[in-house]
T-cell receptor, first 112, second 119 residues
Framework: QQQVKQSPQSLIVQKGGISIINCAYE??????FPWYQQFPGKGPALLIA?????SEKKEGRFTISFNKSAKQFSLHIMDSQPGDSATYFC???????????FGSGTKLNVKP | DVKVTQSSRYLVKRTGEKVFLECVQD?????MFWYRQDPGLGLRLIYF???????EKGDIPEGYSVSREKKERFSLILESASTNQTSMYLC??????????????????FGSGTQLSVL
């Protein structure tokens, strides 16, 4: 049973467009929601993260929107660039277990 | 620059072989993790360790074991490899210490992965 559900599985966006990836969870014990970015041949790397006490976090072109009541969070990539083409994973962290639960991943392709 | 190094990028083994995947981190991190990555399933936790000689089962430990004899090294062992263990294996580390816990306590540093094929 997947603790964090991620969609879509793949996404194609034109250069300059907005990429949106969505995640949903059920367990209210999660306390931290990071997004990881993975380029081919590399391990995932932390991109941006949010805590459930804020509704939005922005770092450059990347924004996390968090809806605690709906148990959903999403990653928005503004002005998407071909260099953003990668696989993106959302995750949720339980501090009592010190474990991360990852979504299934979204492969983003930004076309020039 | 922080580093998590996995010993092999690609590995091909036969069914029934005993397989060792090695991971070394140079950040003095307490926590180390083994994940497997499969298309459509994301990253799933196999085993993790909070300290030397300590290990905890993750979500899919069956068919695997681990060893942590030194702080910097965490090994994943496939006792008798099977074809359904063909996958990308990722090692990660993290540290619970530091004043900025958002940056250190809960940030996973991943290796580049080992693509294991079991024939």
């Amino acid at each position: 049973q997947q603790q964090v559900k991620q969609s879509p599985q793949s996404l194609i966006v034109q250069k300059g467009g907005i990429s949106i990836i969505n995640c949903a969870y059920e367990n209210t014990a999660f306390d931290y929601f990071p997004w990881y970015q993975q380029f081919p041949g590399k391990g995932p790397a932390l991109l941006i993260a949010i805590r459930p006490d804020v509704s939005e976090k922005k770092e450059g072109r990347f924004t996390i929107s968090f809806n605690k009541s709906a148990k959903q969070f999403s990653l928005h990539i503004m002005d998407s660039q071909p260099g953003d083409s990668a696989t993106y994973f959302c995750a949720a962290h339980r501090v009592d277990f010190n474990k991360f639960y990852f979504g299934s991943g979204t492969k983003l392709n930004v076309k020039p | 620059d922080v580093k998590v190094t996995q010993s092999s990028r690609y590995l091909v083994k036969r069914t029934g072989e005993k397989v060792f995947l090695e991971c070394v981190q140079d950040m003095d991190h307490e926590n180390m993790f083994w994940y497997r990555q499969d298309p459509g399933l994301g990253l799933r936790l196999i085993y993790f360790s909070y300290d030397v000689k300590m290990k905890e089962k993750g979500d899919i430990p069956e068919g695997y074991s681990v060893s942590r004899e030194k702080k910097e090294r965490f090994s994943l062992i496939l006792e008798s490899a099977s074809t359904n263990q063909t996958s990308m294996y990722l090692c990660a580390s993290s540290s619970p210490q530091g004043t900025d816990y958002l940056a250190t306590n809960e940030k996973l540093f991943f290796g580049s992965g080992t693509q294991l094929s079991v024939l």
